[in-house]
């Protein structure tokens, strides 16, 4: 069965610094989503991406994020200057449409700013 | 926004026997009522779901049961294994789209 995969599956950083996860989504699937759980925390909606380009985002999702899909197949989060509390596990799904279909996460990245 | 609870967060049961998650939600235009189960290190894995027009609907030993007009959900197990460890999550959506909002989650523990 196709699935969402996520690189890396571990991301150390320190305090102000880029990252970039990056997520390849099931190949005909048509938006695109990211999420994140802070540890032993609920799962958080951040931002949704459709037709190259975002369709809905949260208030976490601020000006330190953006995405972006480059070439056809990846999908990524950039976070442009980490913070402690940027610490979480970062989840992408993916779904054909939006009307009958489930949404599939990849097994995320835990990021960790230190 | 909506706003989702679950309970309870923490359930044991014995082997083979069952398991019930209950959801509340605030927005009465969901219309799409998922669960998923998370085990370690993985990511969010969908179990079974149902849409509003339906009341129940079942799938092998998991069935989820809606009640729109009270504006809850539940999730059932039956003859629990020790493999259904896991934590489960309720994560209505509605509107048309698919921005789920999950709820707190419920470790599920089955004790052999």
């Known amino acids: 069965e196709p699935e969402v995969t996520q690189t890396p599956s571990h991301q150390v950083t320190q305090m102000g610094q880029e990252v970039i996860l990056r997520c390849v989504p099931i190949s005909n699937h048509l938006y695109f989503y990211w999420y994140r759980q802070i540890l032993g925390q609920k799962v958080e909606f951040l931002v949704s991406f459709y037709n190259n380009e975002i369709s809905e985002k949260s208030e976490i999702f601020d000006d330190q994020f953006s995405v972006e899909r480059p070439d056809g197949s990846n999908f990524t989060l950039k976070i442009r200057s980490t913070k402690l509390e940027d610490s979480a596990m970062y989840f992408c799904a993916s779904i054909l449409d939006r009307a009958n279909s489930p949404l599939h996460f990849g097994n995320g990245t835990r990021l960790t700013v230190t | 926004g909506e706003n989702v609870e679950q309970h309870p967060s923490t359930l044991s049961v014995q082997e083979g026997d069952s398991a019930v998650i209950k959801c509340t939600y605030s927005d009465s235009a969901s219309n799409y009522f998922p669960w998923y189960k998370q085990e370690l290190g993985k990511g969010p894995q969908l179990i079974i779901d149902?849409?509003?027009?339906?009341g129940e609907k079942k799938d092998q030993r998991i069935a989820v049961t809606l009640n729109k007009t009270a504006k809850h959900f539940s999730l059932h197990i039956t003859e629990t294994q020790p493999e259904d460890s896991a934590v489960y999550f309720c994560?209505?959506?509605?509107?048309?789209?698919?921005?789920?909002?999950f709820g707190t989650g419920t470790q599920l523990k089955v004790e052999l």
């Open positions: 149902i849409r509003s027009n339906v």
């Open positions: 994560a209505p959506a509605g509107g048309g789209g698919n921005k789920l909002t």
